[in-house]
């Protein structure tokens, strides 16, 4: 009789437990949510109540942590069943979709499964190595030769919004030169030669004719256009929204609205008309406010600075290397320091490319500052795009350095 009063207790508090988180439920229910699992990211983010101040900055910063560090699944839109890796709206066989893979992707649940060391946002061990490239196959593909992927290792995002901010002034520099190259050779009717040089690091040169033309088949270390790209391994990506965008639908399969969603172009020119491309029956995953949150996230990341030895021997053998690295040369492309102009991060980024999110009106708390004006060692900075030498990599260069890149600003 005794067990079966106890049996008779314990049953009365689970079923009072149940019936409190019911009626907590009942309330969820009527705003639209459901029973059992929830999405990671249950409330979006407005970009025009960001715009007008009406979601305080740390709270937006706050959301873009939780955003980077969010475990998507499902019910968010995690995956992409009809949609390669590309950053470019591809159609897949549906045939060929994965959950996951780990060389083509969807290879992770969360950006700080391998942005982790030593906070979310940092570096990543071997363990999270990434492969590039294979993302864009249909039918995916499990092999790490370099015939089909190149394997990185995982970067930290600390600094990356001073090194964004310093590769748009040094481009808006380039192209100020150009512009006054294409004016004197217009009013003075010859051929003007301008080198192309910004914060003390050279990019060869350009010649202007009188008709408007310019010759740069002599630039170095950039495109033509003369827009410094600081993302990825071999200078390819604008800014960190462009990088966002990219890696969120390469890794988790979460598309954002601004480039995957309605009156966008998918990889054949074709405007989407549809708010679920990847048809993984979640519409609108990623909304151009949820982009803005996790951009300011990663911008606002402290950038990283030298511990020196206490160890007077220890730190006097520090500075020795130190003097050795610019006497070598190294120097010559990893800058000890490049200074910005204006140590604020604002978005948009003035090139990001079209689809990209480009507004900048109303009064957002859209810009971070920089503790300091310095953005170089400590950020990694290499500003010239390195060109490819055989035999670095055998006989055989990985696809994406047969076009003269390396390592640039991260």
């Known amino acids: ?12 508090l689970l079923l009072g437990g149940f019936a409190v988180f019911g009626d907590n439920e009942v309330g969820a229910q009527r705003e639209g949510r459901r029973f059992g699992e929830r999405p990671a990211l249950e409330r979006h983010l407005d970009q025009a109540e960001i715009e007008g101040g009406r979601i305080p900055f740390d709270e937006l910063l706050e959301v873009g942590e939780r955003i980077f560090a969010a475990r998507w699944t499902t019910l968010d839109g995690q ?3 009809a949609a390669t890796g590309s950053g470019v709206p591809t159609k897949r066989d549906r045939n060929n979709a994965r959950r996951f893979s780990r060389v083509s992707g969807p290879d992770a649940t969360s950006c700080a499964d391998c942005h982790f060391q030593p906070t979310v946002g940092g570096a990543g061990g071997f363990v999270a190595n990434v492969f590039v490239l294979a ?36 481009s808006l520099q380039l192209q100020a030169i150009r512009a006054a190259a294409v004016a004197e050779a217009r009013s003075s009717g010859r051929s003007v030669t301008r ?18 033309t310019v010759d740069a088949s002599r630039v170095e270390g950039v495109d033509r256009d003369l827009i410094i790209k600081p993302f990825n391994q071999k200078g390819t990506v604008v800014s960190l929204r462009v990088f966002s965008i990219n890696a969120m639908n390469h890794h988790h399969g979460m598309q954002a609205v601004e480039r995957f969603g309605v009156g966008q172009k998918d ?31 990663q911008a606002a990341m402290n950038i990283p600075g030298r511990v020196l030895p206490d160890d007077p021997v220890r730190r006097a053998a520090a500075e020795r290397g130190e003097q050795l690295f610019a006497a070598i040369g190294c120097t010559d492309c ?18 990001n490319p079209a689809g990209e999110f480009a507004s900048g009106g109303g009064h957002a ?44 600003l991260q």
């Open 135 to 170: 993302q864009t196959l249909d039918p995916p593909t499990d092999s790490i030769s370099a015939e089909f992927s190149n394997e990185r290792n995982t970067l930290g995002m600390n600094g990356s919004g001073a090194i964004e901010m310093l590769a748009r002034e040094m």
């Open 334 to 351: 990893h800058r000890p320091a490049l200074l910005l102009d204006n140590p604020v991060f604002s978005k948009p980024n003035p090139f």
């Open 267 to 297: 990889s054949q020119g074709n405007l989407i008309t549809t708010s679920d491309f990847d048809e993984d029956g979640v519409p609108d995953e990623l909304t151009v406010g949820d982009i803005t949150a996790l951009t300011l996230f």
């Open 365 to 408: 708390p859209d810009h971070v500052r920089s503790d300091a004006r310095r953005a170089g060692t400590s950020a990694g900075a290499n500003v010239r795009r390195q060109g490819y030498r055989a035999g670095l990599y055998g006989p055989e260069a990985p696809r994406d350095l047969r076009r003269a890149g390396s390592v640039l």
């Open 195 to 212: 080198a192309l040089a910004t914060k003390g690091v050279s990019f060869g040169q350009i010649t202007a004719h009188p008709d408007g």
């Open 1 to 12: 009789m005794y067990s079966q009063i106890i049996k008779l207790v314990s049953c009365g």
């Open 79 to 81: 995956g992409r069943p």
